[in-house]
């Protein structure tokens, strides 16, 4: 079964880090880009972060450009989203997604077709 | 960026009637246009891709058009489970940004 499990998710302080991870399972995880998407509550969907099959290339909203870093580790099967200097702004439910197709050259990206359940992360003080 | 606007921003419809939701994008996409159907408590699920092609499963009720800057969601006829909310994103170049979304709930 075609699975993502997210973890890390939790209670921060303004200011601080926190690194989510998203456990793949059941297809080829490199033969696939990988994203992130976050849901604030009772709000609609906000792309976050992207990455290619294999890595070397990312891409990331202008909300969390310069403070979140999107990465991966293909001989584990996992992704990851590393957040620093975290803002009230960034409460949200976080989703790892499995992409269709390429992502970086226009037009050969096609949607996230697999979606985890999310992992929620609040930053209050 | 681009941007995406959808409307309406919610609709309140029977079961058996057919709606559309529309999507327009701030330039143009070409046809990299998706569709997803998010009920409360559950991650969204991709419905359309490409504008027009139907993912696995998905009923043939749910049908996508357009291209360039505009883009229609119908659902030929409504069943009691396609109450949700939906969103349209534009996957033609990174930020990959989403619509506000479109809730369709039970006249």
């Known amino acids: 079964e075609v699975q993502l499990l997210e973890s890390g998710g939790g209670l921060i302080q303004p200011g601080g880090s926190l690194r989510l991870s998203c456990a793949a399972s059941g297809f080829i995880f490199n033969n696939y880009a990988m994203t992130w998407v976050r849901q604030a509550p009772g709000k609609g969907l906000e792309w976050v972060s992207a990455t290619s099959r294999s890595g070397d290339r990312t891409y990331y909203a202008d909300s969390v450009k310069g403070r979140f870093t999107i990465s991966r580790d293909n001989s584990k099967n996992t992704l990851f989203l590393k957040m620093n200097s975290l803002r009230a702004e960034d409460t949200a439910l976080y989703y790892c997604?499995?992409?269709?197709?390429?992502?970086?050259?226009?037009?050969?990206?096609?949607?996230?077709?697999?979606w985890g359940q999310g992992t929620a992360v609040t930053v209050s003080s | 960026d681009i941007q995406m606007t959808q409307s309406p921003s919610s609709l309140s419809a029977s079961v058996g009637d057919r709606v559309t939701i529309t999507c327009r994008a701030s330039q143009s996409i070409v046809m990299s246009l998706n569709w997803y159907q998010q009920k409360p408590g559950r991650a969204p699920k991709l419905l359309i891709s490409g504008a027009s092609s139907l993912q696995s499963g998905v009923p043939a009720s749910f049908s996508g058009t357009g291209s360039g800057t505009d883009f229609t969601l119908t659902i030929s006829s409504l069943q009691p489970e396609d109450f949700a909310t939906y969103y349209c994103?534009?996957?033609?170049?990174?930020?990959?940004?989403f619509g506000l979304g479109t809730k369709l709930e039970i006249k």
């Open positions: 997604t499995r992409g269709v197709g390429a992502v970086g050259a226009p037009g050969y990206f096609h949607g996230m077709d697999v």
């Open positions: 994103q534009q996957s033609y170049i990174a930020p990959y940004s």
